[in-house]
């Protein structure tokens, strides 16, 4: 009886949260410099309206940013899910641990070889940009572990501590190299590292799904083992679960997929702690309702804070990793607060 009032209940908010995101995706695709009138909107997603001035504006410029904001909201949200399963923190996210960075140092140190922008790339160079960030996330994955481990279990206050260590350490490197850039693409690398989907294409949107594909159902299978990985590790050994084998795959794709957004948007902070958060407060404790109902409210959060910043400030932009921090600061001072009265 409680199970299925916990399905109920996970459906409803789940069913809300798609017709809000719908409503916030329509909303800021109406919304902007260009004016455009809800008739000629329909029209021109219906293929009805020959204006190319309207499709230039709802297909090259509207659309892939909206699509690209849930994309990366969707894996933010959920693998801040994942990794606060896996270390039993819920302080952790990606980047407090260090692994936003690590991509961003390996992005910017492809950008500084090859001597490319980030803008007005290929899907080639995209995807290959994807790769040598998930190497340098791997790398910065390993390093977190491999301090954190305290008679064979991982500690949670160790885990914070080292990839704090990391995000500051990778980010000092990060601005070295982007020193030794041509200043054009210094700008661009600038822009990128603060978080923004203003160059945001249909290449990037292509780049991004095999991730998805491979990762999101990984997770979704995994959901109740995430469950059994939160008891004590003598209790997991008991029950047969090789718990180092299910972490390690799980961290190599929330790497993966934490990779694939970061070459889109660069680093956009707090999306992975709060999004977590949120969703337990909705559904529970239960990963098979935290994983979908996180990477909804990431995708939430992220459509919105683009949202404010194209619309707010025009016609001054504010990146979205700026709005979301400004928003996702408070929060965690909060957690932290909370944390402390819990100890």
């Given at each position: 009886m409680h199970k299925r009032r916990e399905n109920r209940r996970f459906?409803?908010?789940?069913?809300?949260?798609?017709?809000f995101t719908i409503f916030i995706m329509y909303m800021?695709?109406?919304t902007g410099i260009f004016d455009l009138t809800h008739l000629e909107i329909i029209q021109t997603l219906l293929g009805l309206d020959a204006l190319w001035e309207n499709h230039l504006v709802i297909y090259e410029f509207r659309l892939p940013r909206i699509v690209i904001g849930a994309f990366v909201g969707c894996a933010l949200g959920m693998v801040g899910s994942v990794l606060q399963g896996v270390t039993k923190n819920y302080l952790a996210d990606p980047g407090i641990l260090g692994i936003q960075a690590a991509v961003g140092f390996s992005v910017v140190c492809y950008?500084?070889?090859?001597?490319?922008?980030?803008?007005?790339m290929s899907e080639l160079s995209i995807i290959s940009m994807s790769l040598f960030g998930w190497i340098g996330g791997i790398l910065a994955a390993i390093f977190l572990f491999l301090f954190s481990m305290k008679r064979g279990e991982i500690d949670p206050r160790r885990l914070i501590l080292v990839g704090i260590a990391l995000n500051a350490g990778f980010g000092a490197l990060t601005l070295f190299v982007s020193l030794k850039m041509n200043p054009q693409d210094f700008e661009m690398a600038t822009v990128w590292l603060s978080g923004s989907i203003y160059s945001a294409s249909w290449e990037q949107i292509y780049s991004m799904i095999p991730w998805f594909i491979l990762v999101v159902p990984l997770f979704l299978s995994k959901a109740r083992i995430l469950n059994l990985l939160q008891l004590n590790e003598m209790t997991i050994i008991g029950l047969g679960i090789r718990a180092n084998r299910i972490r390690f795959l799980l961290l190599l794709?929330?790497?993966g997929l934490i990779s694939s957004s970061v070459i889109v948007s660069g680093s956009i902070g707090f999306v992975g702690l709060i999004a977590p958060h949120i969703a337990r407060r909705l559904v529970g404790i239960h990963y098979p309702y935290i994983l979908p109902i996180s990477g909804l409210t990431g995708m939430l959060l992220v459509v919105v804070g683009d949202w404010i910043g194209r619309t707010i400030f025009a016609p001054a932009e504010?990146?979205?990793?700026?709005v979301i921090s400004i928003i996702g600061v408070p929060y965690f001072i909060y957690l932290l607060m909370r944390s402390a009265r819990n100890v």
């Open positions: 459906i409803r908010i789940f069913l809300l949260g798609i017709v800021s695709l109406a950008m500084l070889i090859v001597q490319s922008n980030v803008t007005g794709g929330a790497v504010l990146a979205v990793g700026i």
